[in-house]
């Protein structure tokens, strides 16, 4: 029962968060010294809230003594795949996550769900091939593409921990 009181609320402040999600000019401007041009693109590309919850995770990050530039960058950049997703097929997401999966697959016969639904399933992936199209390191395209398992030993746990308390 808490397991489940803290799952919701988790929800609720993610959802919360989506809706009033925010980078301000001098956070963005603190990222170019350390982010290549391409980098950058991809993270101007990036919905607000992915953009926000990007550079919370790298907060985290830094938070837990992680200075390399691939792994902060992997933090920042790791949800770039969720595209312009919106906030109703990521509800019907966590719904899916939490009650399960048949939720999202019934909402994906609604229409306009369907290819959203599917980017966010496949967004590590999705994301990971930007990367790697957009030149990004091989250690930093796999932190992002394993970001659900890692398999990065030293830094992979870290990662998903700071995601999924962001």
Same mark, same amino acid.
């Given at each position: %029962?808490?397991? +489940?009181?803290? @799952? @919701? +609320?988790?929800?609720?402040?993610?959802?919360?968060?989506?809706?009033?999600?925010?980078?301000? /000019?001098?956070?963005?401007?603190? &990222?170019? $010294? @350390?982010?290549? $041009?391409?980098? *950058? =693109?991809?993270?101007? +590309? %990036?919905?607000?809230?992915?953009?926000?919850?990007? *550079?919370?995770?790298?907060?985290?990050?830094?938070?837990?003594?992680?200075?390399?530039?691939?792994? &902060? +960058?992997?933090? *920042?950049?790791?949800?770039?795949?969720?595209?312009?997703?919106?906030?109703?097929?990521?509800?019907?997401?966590? *719904?899916?996550?939490?009650?399960?999966? @048949?939720? $999202?697959?019934?909402?994906?016969?609604?229409?306009?769900?369907?290819? /959203?639904?599917?980017?966010?399933?496949?967004?590590?992936?999705?994301? =990971?091939?930007? &990367?790697?199209?957009?030149?990004? $390191?091989?250690?930093?395209?796999?932190?992002?593409?394993?970001?659900?398992?890692?398999?990065? /030993?030293?830094?992979?746990?870290?990662?998903?921990?700071?995601?999924?308390?962001?």
């Amino acid at each position: %029962m808490v397991a +489940a009181a803290r @799952w @919701w +609320a988790t929800k609720a402040r993610q959802f919360g968060g989506h809706l009033v999600a925010r980078v301000r /000019p001098g956070e963005r401007a603190q &990222l170019r $010294p @350390w982010l290549t $041009p391409a980098e *950058l =693109a991809i993270f101007d +590309a %990036m919905h607000v809230a992915d953009r926000r919850h990007g *550079l919370d995770v790298v907060r985290r990050l830094r938070q837990a003594g992680v200075t390399e530039r691939d792994v &902060l +960058a992997a933090g *920042l950049l790791h949800d770039c795949g969720k595209a312009d997703t919106g906030v109703l097929p990521r509800v019907v997401w966590s *719904l899916g996550q939490g009650v399960g999966r @048949w939720v $999202p697959s019934t909402a994906a016969h609604l229409r306009g769900l369907a290819a /959203p639904l599917d980017r966010l399933a496949r967004h590590a992936d999705l994301s =990971a091939d930007l &990367l790697a199209a957009a030149g990004c $390191p091989e250690r930093m395209v796999d932190l992002v593409r394993y970001q659900d398992a890692p398999r990065d /030993p030293r830094y992979g746990a870290l990662l998903k921990d700071a995601d999924e308390a962001s």
